[in-house]
Structure formats: C-alpha cells, structure tokens
C-alpha cells in the first residue's frame, strides 16, 4: 500500500473535513495533502491551510507535477470542475470527487478517459454521502443481476415531508430548512426531485449498465404535498417520502422520482433527517439495502476517503463496474407504470351521491377500492374529506380518474393522487 499524495480543490465543509480526516494517526502513512484551491485564500477555516501548496487555479493544480490523486469538492456539472478532472485524468492522475450532478452529466466521458488513462475514477461520496451504495453496487452486488433499485436520496425533501406531517405548511418549513443550513437559497434542485434524479441516473449505470438522461426520469418534488395528504395518510399507517425508483422493464428501463407513501415498518421509512437509502433487488441474491447519513461533512468526507483508500490499494477501474463501452448512453426509459397501490384525498361538499359518483369515476378506469373513509363534517360546516386507498393500479389510471373527479360540481379542490410503495412493490 503506497503513500498517495493529494491535490484538493474545494475547501468548503468537505474539504476541511476531509483534511481533518487525513490528519489523524491512522493516515499518516497512506495519505498526503500536498497542494490545496478554493475561491479564497484567507477565508477562516478550522484547518491550517497554509502549511499546503496553494494555486488560485484548480485546473492548473490538477495537472501539476508532485501528486497522485486528483479531489474535485467544488460542485457545478460543467465549468472549471470539468475542466480541472479532465485535466487531471489527462496528466495520468486519480480522480476522487462528490460531485454527483457532474458524474450524472458527464460521467461516461470521464470514465472512458479514466480507463484509456489506466487510473481510477471514484465518486462514493455523490450518491447517499457516507451509505457504501457505489461501492454495494459495484462489488458485493457483482454476483447477483439487479432487477430493481428503490431509494430514499434527499434529505432536504426528507426534513420538509417530516415537519409538514406534524401541520406545518410547506413554505414554512421550507424557510426553516434555508435558515438552518438544509436547503439552498434556490432549493429547485432538492424539492423538484432534480438531485434524486441525477443520483437514480449514476446508480443505473453501475446496476442496469445503462445510465438514464434527466429528461429521461422527468423528476416530480413536494412542492404540491400539503400537510392535509401527510396528516390523512399517517391515519392509514403511511407516511410520505420522496422515493427514486429504477427497475428493468422488458429491453428497456422504467424510472420514477416522485412523492409518494410508504408503510411505518417499511425501510423506506427511514425517519425525517439527512438519512438516505438505496433498497436493491437482484438475483439470485433477493433483496438488499444500504442506509445510512446521506450528507454531511463527516459523511461525505469519510466517503471520500474511503475511495482514496481503495486506490492507495492499487484498485483502479473499470468506473462503472463494468467497460465503459458496454453502458447504454441512451437507453429506452419510460415511466414506471407498474400497478401498485394507491391513496386518493378529496375535499368535496357533504351532499348525498358524492361518494357514488367518484366511485363511479374510479370504476370506469378500471380501478378497484380497497378502503374508503369520510371524515365527519366539522362543526356543521358542509366541506368533508374523502379518502381512497386502491387496489393495484397503473398511476396513469388513479391520474386521469382525479381529473374526471375534478370536474365534478361537489369536488371542491383538486384530488391528491399518491402511488402506496409496500414491502412487495
């Protein structure tokens, strides 16, 4: 096991967590900071930086003389990130990073330059932060044939989704989650589904060796949920998460980001932090998950270093598990229609034949009802809630049949339609 000397650019939490990492004892004989980049200078760290070389550009450290590896922190899909692993994969370095909208977007390209090249390009940290997913997927998984991957990958949408069940409204606890540090100050990225979409995209190619385009996966967040859905679903015994689903479909893929319900005991309810979870099935092996803190300094900086550990121990490639060649860059991905259970919610006048008439609505789709529960009109007031749970059906189905329902004279909003994702799902 030979000493790896390291280039690192970024010096934001991960950063200078993953110094504090490399500091300790256990390290000193495996992993060496040499140079270091980041935006500024004299920013006040809790790392002494100024015993490390210092370049005011990332990509020039990245293909200086004097280093092994190669630790892109800086974040962004395109711009000098790019430029600066292209540059160190280009002068024969190691690659480690956490940038999971880069890998998502250009990962292929970066791997095939990687293997022409002959060194590693590691990347543990851009999915589930410190859950060992990539590397479940990559190596204990080899043996079996994964037929379906479901995951839990956001911990913004899971702070959100936990505080709206106790009554909160959505833009409150949005603003909560910006002012403590768990949203950005543009959270699209997080609550319109786009980083589980982009982490679903990564796992494909190291589980189906084909890796799915954004557009592809067409991602839907929370912003829609009310706190009236999650208070009607946990009487139910259900609770809201935003779940990424990728499974085999025939000679293609099926793809879902997506709000949707999960059992209390199931383990995709995995409380309302930064956890994260990837739940794969396969064969012959059957089915397996991988939990754990998903973000983070710690997380993600432990994650990083365990990449450096697996290089410093001569393990290079192939990236994604298998020949770059080998993946499908465009694959056929459609949306996951497999039937599954649902949960409808309807505020509707408290007249007679308002239950018959979505039941009828309900019956021309095909859609079979498993529960229906009214709530008592309060106080008088002649405005109920209706709650539907379904047998199996196509989304597509429970979707159209809410847009009939919505038309009707006594449905006095619109209905709530929210795919029910059991253990046998």
């Known amino acids: 096991m030979s000493q790896l000397r390291l280039a690192i650019a970024g010096l934001g939490t991960v950063g200078t967590g993953l110094i504090q990492i490399t500091d300790e004892d256990r390290f000193s004989d495996?992993?060496?900071v040499i140079s270091?980049?980041?935006?500024?200078?004299?920013?006040?760290?809790?790392?002494?930086?100024?015993?490390?070389?210092?370049?005011?550009?990332?990509?020039?450290?990245?293909?200086?003389?004097?280093?092994?590896?190669f630790i892109e922190l800086m974040g962004g899909e395109d711009g000098v990130a790019k430029a600066a692993i292209e540059a160190a994969l280009h002068a024969g370095k190691h690659v480690v990073t956490a940038n999971k909208a880069l890998i998502a977007k250009h990962g292929l390209a970066l791997a095939r330059l990687a293997e022409e090249k002959g060194v590693a390009l590691r990347f543990e940290a851009a999915v589930a932060g410190g859950v060992p997913v990539i590397r479940g997927l990559r190596d204990g998984l080899s043996g079996s044939k994964v037929t379906k991957l479901q995951g839990v990958l956001n911990g913004t949408c899971n702070f959100i989704l936990a505080a709206m069940e106790e009554g909160r409204t959505y833009d409150d606890t949005l603003a909560e989650a910006q002012r403590i540090g768990f949203a950005e100050a543009d959270p699209s990225f997080d609550v319109d589904g786009i980083d589980a979409a982009q982490k679903l995209a990564i796992l494909g190619a190291l589980a189906f060796g084909a890796m799915p385009s954004l557009d592809q996966i067409a991602p839907k967040g929370i912003s829609t949920v009310s706190p009236e859905d999650l208070?009607?679903?946990?009487?139910?015994?259900?609770?809201?998460?935003?779940?990424?689903?990728?499974?085999?479909?025939?000679?293609?893929?099926?793809?879902?980001v997506a709000p949707a319900l999960?059992?209390?005991?199931?383990?995709?309810?995995?409380g309302g932090g930064g956890e994260n979870i990837v739940v794969a099935d396969s064969d012959p092996l059957g089915r397996v998950a991988f939990s754990g803190p998903g973000a983070g300094r710690?997380?993600?900086?432990?994650?990083?270093?365990?990449d450096l550990v697996t290089i410093s121990r001569g393990s290079t490639g192939p990236v994604f598990a298998r020949?770059?060649?080998?993946?499908?860059?465009?694959?056929?991905?459609?949306?996951?229609?497999?039937?599954?259970?649902?949960f409808l919610r309807f505020e509707v006048e408290d007249v007679?034949?308002?239950?018959?008439?979505?039941?009828?609505?309900?019956?021309?789709?095909?859609?079979?009802?498993?529960?229906?529960?009214?709530?008592?009109?309060?106080?008088?007031?002649?405005?109920?809630e209706?709650?539907?749970?379904?047998?199996?059906?196509?989304?597509?189905?429970?979707?159209e049949a809410a847009r009939h329902a919505e038309s009707l004279d006594h449905v006095l909003s619109r209905p709530s339609v929210y795919p029910i994702l059991r253990e046998d799902t």
């Open 30 to 32: 495996m992993l060496q």
């Open 36 to 69: 270091v980049s980041a935006r500024s200078r004299d920013r006040e760290r809790d790392v002494d930086i100024s015993r490390f070389e210092w370049f005011d550009d990332p990509v020039a450290m990245a293909s200086a003389d004097g280093t092994d590896v």
């Open 231 to 256: 208070a009607a679903a946990k009487t139910l015994g259900l609770r809201m998460k935003l779940v990424a689903v990728l499974r085999r479909d025939g000679q293609g893929l099926a793809a879902r």
């Open 262 to 270: 999960v059992p209390l005991t199931s383990a995709l309810d995995i």
């Open 298 to 306: 710690g997380p993600t900086a432990a994650a990083c270093v365990a």
């Open 323 to 342: 020949p770059t060649g080998t993946i499908d860059q465009s694959p056929d991905v459609s949306p996951d229609a497999e039937p599954v259970p649902h």
């Open 352 to 384: 007679p034949g308002v239950l018959a008439s979505l039941a009828d609505i309900l019956a021309k789709e095909n859609i079979s009802v498993e529960t229906i529960r009214q709530s008592p009109a309060d106080n008088g007031a002649s405005r109920v």
């Open 386 to 399: 209706v709650v539907i749970t379904t047998h199996e059906a196509p989304t597509a189905a429970l979707l």
